[in-house]
T-cell receptor, first 111, second 115 residues
Framework: AQSVSQHNHHVILSEAASLELGCNYS??????LFWYVQYPGQHLQLLLK??????LVKGIKGFEAEFIKSKFSFNLRKPSVQWSDTAEYFC?????????FGTGTRLQVFP | EAQVTQNPRYLITVTGKKLTVTCSQN?????MSWYRQDPGLGLRQIYY???????DKGDVPEGYKVSRKEKRNFPLILESPSPNQTSLYFC??????????????FGEGSRLTVL
């Protein structure tokens, strides 16, 4: 069965710092990968997704992620974070009947 | 507006008192699913449904029931809630046909406390 690991449980940054959140998955075949964001008190929203093609995926709000097949990774990046990026971020891999989520990374951005 | 609507958003109940969390989507999605979110565990799937009258267990189905009598609704039933079911619950839906993108649309969440 596929699994997803997010090694950063809690990240604290100052505004304008660069961000990289790690995501590794366990399955070696064709994968569909997602990053979701959950702002405080809100539901999950899709940031970006990878299905095929260009391994560098651009999402909303200036986020991007790079699919590196050889490393089984799909790390999320943002060059310059803002206070409004404070949220919890979930990486997920798709199986036919569900998404398998990582345990999440809580990002706090201080002004 | 496309949305997934859950009710209630917040509920405090006592052990053993049956409750139902409703979920409704207006996007004509075939697939619907329930997840629970717990600190340090992320989101885990409880049940899912491919279409009307088709449901199946997810990873943590114990203590829950679901039904899918209509395409738009997918209620989650706790017949005899216990404190370990205290959690944040999310309903989600997506299309399930052809070029399925797999993107899930989530409801606002229902925070349940069982005393």
């Amino acid at each position: 069965a596929q699994s997803v690991s997010q090694h950063n449980h809690h990240v604290i940054l100052s505004e304008a710092a660069s961000l990289e959140l790690g995501c590794n998955y366990s399955y070696g075949g064709t994968v569909n990968l997602f990053w979701y964001v959950q702002y405080p008190g809100q539901h999950l929203q899709l940031l970006l997704k990878y299905f095929s093609g260009d391994p560098l995926v651009k999402g909303i709000k200036g986020f991007e992620a790079e699919f590196i097949k050889s490393k089984f990774s799909f790390n999320l990046r943002k060059p310059s974070v803002q206070w409004s990026d404070t949220a919890e971020y979930f990486c997920a891999v798709r199986q036919p009947d569900k998404l398998i989520f990582g345990t999440g990374t809580r990002l706090q951005v201080f002004p | 507006e496309a949305q997934v609507t859950q009710n209630p958003r917040y509920l405090i109940t006592v052990t053993g008192k049956k409750l139902t969390v409703t979920c409704s989507q207006n996007m004509n999605h075939e697939y619907m699913s329930w997840y629970r979110q717990d600190p340090g565990l992320g989101l885990r799937q409880i049940y899912y449904s491919m279409n009307v009258e088709v449901t199946d267990k997810g990873d943590v189905p114990e203590g829950y029931k679901v039904s899918r009598k209509e395409k738009r609704n997918f209620p989650l039933i706790l017949e005899s809630p216990s404190p370990n079911q205290t959690s944040l619950y999310f309903c989600a839906s997506r299309r399930y046909s052809g070029t399925n993108t797999g993107e899930l649309f989530f409801g606002e969440g229902s925070r349940l406390t069982v005393l």
